[in-house]
């Protein structure tokens, strides 16, 4: 499966963005889609993911209240609407699939890692 995420950029502190990630190549596109992120110097650390049956959702306790992921099932294509944004929201931010059906929070559930979008934050 390949995505392609997108939708990052440059935004001050307390404003919006929304990424997407659409999933293509293959008829099965896993069990869900998660989104992770990277800042500089820190480990790659679980964001939101949710479930492409039954819509199930996961937050990080970082995000929750802030952040919203959504699915479009029709497209293939997960959204991460992010308000509320901090500069330590700042990274780069990944998505990937789900293809094992595993526990949402762990990076090794996923495969197919898309290339990472930019989020930028200024206070």
């Known amino acids: 499966v390949q995505l392609q995420a997108s939708g990052g950029g440059l935004v001050q502190a307390g404003g919006s963005l929304r990424l997407s990630c659409a999933a293509s190549?293959?008829?099965?596109?896993?069990?869900?889609m998660g989104w992770f992120r990277q800042a500089p110097g820190k480990e790659r650390e679980f964001v939101a993911a949710?479930?492409?049956?039954?819509?199930?959702?996961y937050y990080a306790d970082s995000v929750k209240g802030r952040f919203t992921i959504s699915r479009a099932y029709a497209t293939n294509t997960v959204y991460l609407q992010m308000n509320s944004l901090k500069p330590e929201d700042a990274a780069v931010y990944y998505c990937?699939?789900?293809?094992?059906?595993?526990?949402?929070?762990?990076?090794?559930?996923?495969?197919?890692w898309g290339q990472g979008t930019l989020v930028t934050v200024s206070s």
């Open positions: 190549g293959r008829t099965f596109v896993g069990y869900g």
């Open positions: 990937a699939a789900d293809l094992k059906g595993g526990v949402p929070q762990i990076s090794t559930t996923y495969g197919g």
């Open positions: 949710i479930r492409w049956s039954g819509g199930r959702t």
